[in-house]
C-alpha cells in the first residue's frame, strides 16, 4: 500500500519502511522542522564546495544542522559522512542518487562511512544472511567504486560484523528511549523493526567512538522517508550525556525520484527502475515504456505542451542524465511549450543513458574484484 503522510492521532508521520509517496516536499519542512537546504549554498562556497547541481536544483532541498558541519570544516575540523544501504534487490539509480552525494562529500575532504545493513535486511524484508552479504558485495560495493566512490577513502562495514563498543552501543540506547517515544516516530512496531532501528542508531552515532575514528561532525544524506531514523537518533545522542559524550548528527534530504511507472523507485518492481546492471536491450525497453507528462494526441502536445512535473524520463534528465543546466532547461522548454514530442524526448534521453550505462558496466567489472578485498565479510 502507497502512503503518503499517514495521519495518527492528529500527528502526520513518515514510514521509512513503506512505500511512500511525498507530494508537498514544502510541507514536509514545515511540518518535521527540516531546514530548507537552500539556505546554505552562500556557506558551502565560504567552504570551498562548489555546489553540486543535485542541490542547486533543489533536489537536496533540506537539512537539519549541516551548517554546523560545514562550520567546523572552515574551522579546519575533521568532517565525516555516513550512510547505509539494505541489500535486499539489485542496485538502481535511486541508490545512484545517493552514492552521487557521497562522492561529492568524498571529494570535498569528507571521511565516508558506509553500512550493509544485512541485519535489517535479514530480520526486515526476510533476505537471507549468505544473499544478503554477496548482495551487499556484489551489488551494493561493487557498483559504488564503479560510480566513482574511492575505496581507499571509504569503510565499508557489515552491520552484523562490527566490534564490542558498536553492539554496546546498541544495548545502551535501548535503555534511553521508551516503547511509546518509537511508535509516536514510527507506528506500529514489531520486535525486529524496534532492533533496526536502534541499529541504525548505532550506525549513525558508533564513528564518534574513538574506536572508529571519533568523528564528532556527522552528517547523514537520505530520502526524505527516512527522517524519523534520525530524530530518533538526535534524541537518543542528547540523552547519552553524563555516559559518551555524543554529538547529534546532521542530515540532508533529498528528494524520492519517481519511478519510471510513476510510484516509488523499488527493486522489487523491476519495472519501476533502471538498475545499472541491466542490459542495454533492457534499459531501453524500460526507458521507453516510461510513464511521461504527455498528452493523448501528438496534435494536443503540440498545442498544449507536455508536463515534464510529471515525466519520469525529465526526472532522469533532472537527476541523473543532464548535468548541465542549459541542457535540462532546453528539454524542460521544448517539452512545455509542445517542440518535442515523449518519443522524441525519450530517444534524447537514451542516448546517454546507452552511454552511462556502457561505462558503467565496464568500470564494475574491475569494481566486482576489488569489492570482495575491501569489506570483512561475516563469519555466520
Known sequence: MVRWLAFVEGAERLDPWGAVEIK??????????????????????????????????????????????????IRGERVAVLTGFMPSGKFHFGHKLTVDQLIYLQRNGFKVFVAIADAEASIVRKIRREDAIRIGVEEYIANMIALGLDPKETEFYFQTNRGTPYYRLIQLFSGRVTAAE???IYGDLTPSKIMAALT???????????????????????????????RLTRDIADRMEGLLALERPASTYHKLQPGLD???????????????TDTLEEARRKLMRALTGGRATAEEQRRLGGIPEVCSV???????????????????????????LCGEC????????????????????????????VVEVPRF
Open 24 to 73: 508537498d516536499y514544502d510541507r514536509l519542512l514545515k511540518v518535521f522542522g527540516i531546514r530548507p537546504f537552500k539556505e546554505l549554498i552562500p556557506l558551502l562556497s565560504k567552504a570551498g564546495m562548489e555546489p553540486s547541481h543535485l542541490m542547486m536544483r533543489g533536489i537536496i532541498f533540506g537539512h537539519r544542522d549541516f551548517d554546523k558541519i560545514i562550520e567546523a570544516k
Open 182 to 184: 518509537m511508535e509516536a
Open 200 to 230: 541504525q542508531a548505532a550506525d549513525i552515532l558508533h564513528v564518534q567512538l574513538e574506536e572508529y575514528g571519533g568523528y564528532k561532525h556527522v552528517v547523514v544524506p537520505v530520502g526524505a522517508d527516512q527522517d524519523p531514523h534520525l
Open 262 to 276: 510513476g510510484k516509488k523507485m523499488s527493486s522489487s518492481r523491476p519495472d519501476s527502475t533502471i538498475f545499472l
Open 314 to 340: 525529465y526526472h532522469m534528465d533532472l537527476y541523473h542524465l543532464m548535468p548541465e543546466d542549459s541542457e535540462v532547461r532546453s528539454i524542460y522548454d521544448s517539452c512545455r511549450s509542445g517542440r518535442i
Open 346 to 373: 525519450k530517444l534524447v534521453a537514451w542516448r546517454k543513458l546507452e552511454k552511462l550505462v556502457e561505462e558503467h558496466q565496464r568500470k564494475l567489472e574491475k569494481a566486482k574484484d576489488i569489492a570482495w578485498s
